[in-house]
């Protein structure tokens, strides 16, 4: 039996595997979660993040809206799976402070994780490119916007949820200015959240046959989960098809003190597009996840992922099975 360091959650959304069933993942029975339409003038709600708040749940979501803009909004659920978003986008008590360091062109696929009592949200921010935003908040009411942490072009920035070595350190995912042809991970540390440095590569896509799914590019998924094994990370991998690009995510062990060493890298998939909700929308064919949920008492994680660009869907898992499956479907 695996560990998960961190806390209980007895309320984590959770549905058991269906009988009979061997799946290492399984999908909600009431997915997609979060239509499309939930706010009034939304055009799409899908690649957003959720955490236990006041014996709840609060979240922020990605809502494009029919101007077809990108921006983030924040939203409560007793469950985790019937979400209140807010009409109005998420704003910052310190906007007018820097307005040309905090300005941003659009918002997207945002990650919260709690550190020292502290919610972070990181966030891809157009800032003459994307890069990664940052932000802190106490209450989910009043938000403070840091600097931007990383230089563009760069995206899936990832906080860890606890200092390592003492220090505060991020997963992310430069890039160049395309929809690119390389896209490798790398972690970054910081002393104060404010200056990064210490790169180190983290890993690269797989350009061979033998893991496909993840040749054209990976990202971070969700924060990553603290294990007695090492921390577990889900990430997504991309597939250029002849019909476009295909958006999957597996799953990998890092070494908990010098997480850039990899301890297992899953070759398989553990979740690709096949329910139609994941097949067909604004972006075909894309699972994208962005937040998990995780209980330390049972080792049950809940993990919310956008699908086709459009909706949000909710996974489940167990630690000791997607640690089995990583160990045996290991590259
Ligand atoms: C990536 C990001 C994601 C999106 C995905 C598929 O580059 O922009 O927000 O889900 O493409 O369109």
Known sequence: MSKIIGEALPNIPFEARPAGSQAV?????QNPIIPQDLLSRSNSIFNSASVPFEGGFAGVFRCDDQARSMDLHIGFSEDGINWKIEE????????AENPEIFRYEYRYDPRVVKIDGRYYISWCNGYHGPTIGLAYTDDFKHFYQMENALLPYNRNGVL????????????????????TPFGDMFISQSEDLVFWGMHRHLMSTIKSNASAWQSTKIGAGPVPIETDEGWLLFYHGVLNSCNGFVYAFGAALLDLEEPWKILYRSQDYLMSPREIYERVGDVPNVIFPCAALSDAETGRIAIYYGAADTVTGLAFTELDLVLNWLKTHAL
């Open 25 to 29: 993942i399984w999908r909600s029975v």
């Open 88 to 95: 109005e986008c998420l704003s910052f008590e310190n906007e």
């Open 160 to 179: 860890f949820p606890r200092k390592i070595q003492g220090r505060y350190m991020m997963i992310s995912r430069p890039s160049d200015t395309g929809h």
